[in-house]
């Protein structure tokens, strides 16, 4: 086996195989119930690989136009239209990106230079912060505050400075499953007003907002959609997290700067789903029907998980359920899901994974996505711990 000869100088040294990896291999080495990872056990509807299939064989294999095909933005743009009543431009202000997870990296590379400070909020998902740091740039930690995990604008206002180049925000939020209200969008509008600060918005759970509360999207905002580039996924959104596709909403000028990077990243993105999701999005009930699809859901698995030991934290989106173990266990929480992964055959995602460092809150984050069956024998043996 032939070895590198010398030391590789490593640009992320602290950064390792992702918890999420690392627990859905321990997951299938046990035969645990995979609550850990967050992708849905059930299929799309069949019409959606039907209309994939469909433009395959009708030849549509070959690039796609560098920002999306003209159908997909053209669907997204009439979507973001009718629900945020924004107007984005087709042509200059919609890029289809290989997943949500291309799109920030793309949106941070264009963006930041060394020196620059980028507050994220605290948990953070995974992979912000080495985005951030790979452009040699520093991660500014505002905090989410156990347990309610709300935004502390007074903190933020604090920890902005004039090396401030990026706000990353990300609503309904992974993990806590917290959703931003309309007055957190006008205290981050009133933060950055009169700054050149951007706004990266990860709203990959757009769609999955329950109890009536609606989604408040950075493009609904005036002040804040012109400053943002806001993510979203559809794998997320149509239960196809293996596609990688999304999209990025920004106004022209900072479209133009995420498309300089974007061209070098993954040129374009896979035609024929493309074409078929610009399809599939023509029926609106197929993403405003899942709000009430997964509320019905986390409904199930809170009721399930009742009578357990375990404390249940307040979930208005996404399709995470947070849940303290302090009545269980006092073992750090990478250990306790471990464990629980081990001997009682439920495997789960620690929430100090999202922490820069080591914190103990007690709490763990299960995935609800999965069928009614995989939650009811998950809670059964989670209600014995
Ligand atoms: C908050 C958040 N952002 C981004 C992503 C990545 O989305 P994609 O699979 O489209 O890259 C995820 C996936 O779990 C997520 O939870």
Redesign the pocket.
């Known amino acids: 086996m032939p070895s590198f000869p010398g030391p590789v100088d490593s640009r992320l040294p602290r950064v390792g195989t992702t918890i999420f990896t690392v627990m859905s291999r321990l997951a299938a080495e046990c035969g645990a119930i995979n609550l850990s990872q967050?992708f849905p056990d059930f299929s799309a509807p069949p019409l959606l690989y039907e209309l994939v299939s469909r433009h395959m064989h009708a030849g549509h294999n070959q690039y796609a136009p560098m920002a999306g095909t003209v159908q997909l933005r053209e669907a997204i743009a009439g979507k973001v239209e009718s629900l945020c009543g924004a107007r984005y431009d087709p042509e200059h202000e919609i890029t289809v990106t290989a997943?949500?997870?291309?799109a920030?990296f793309t949106a941070v590379t264009c963006l930041v230079r060394p020196g620059d400070e980028v507050i994220v909020f605290e948990p953070v998902?995974d992979?912000y912060v080495p985005a951030i740091e790979l452009c040699g740039a520093t991660a500014v930690r505002a905090t989410l505050r156990h347990p309610g995990y709300r935004p502390d604008w007074a903190e933020v206002r604090r920890l902005v400075t004039r090396r401030t180049r990026l706000i990353m925000v990300?609503t309904p939020h992974?993990p806590s499953g917290a959703v931003w209200s309309e007055e957190d969008l006008r205290a981050l509008a009133a933060i950055v007003r009169g700054t050149s600060i951007a706004v990266v918005a990860?709203e990959?759970?757009e769609h999955i907002v329950f109890d009536g509360l609606r989604h408040e999207s950075c493009a609904r905002h005036p002040d804040l959609r012109e400053r943002s580039l806001i993510v979203s996924?559809f794998?997320?959104t149509y239960h196809v997290?293996g596609w990688?596709v999304?999209y990025v909403l920004a106004p022209r000028e900072l479209s133009a700067e995420f498309r300089k990077v974007h061209q070098f990243v993954v040129f374009t993105v896979n035609t024929p789903v493309q074409l078929a999701l610009a399809e599939y999005l023509a029926e609106p009930s197929r993403y405003l029907e899942l709000s009430a699809f997964y509320q019905r859901k986390r409904d199930l698995f809170r009721q399930g998980l009742a009578a357990s030991r375990l404390q249940l934290l307040p979930c208005q989106g996404t399709y995470f359920q947070l849940a303290s173990y302090q009545a269980i266990s006092d073992e750090p929480d990478l250990a306790l899901a471990e464990r629980l992964t081990r001997t009682a055959g439920v495997a789960s995602i620690p929430v100090s994974a999202f922490y820069g460092e080591p914190r103990q809150d007690r709490v763990l984050r299960f995935c609800f996505a999965k069928g009614d069956d995989t939650l009811a024998r998950a809670c059964e043996r989670l209600a014995r711990l």
């Open positions: 967050g997943g949500a997870t291309q920030l998902y992979c990300n992974n990860d990959v759970y996924s794998g997320k997290t990688k999304g």
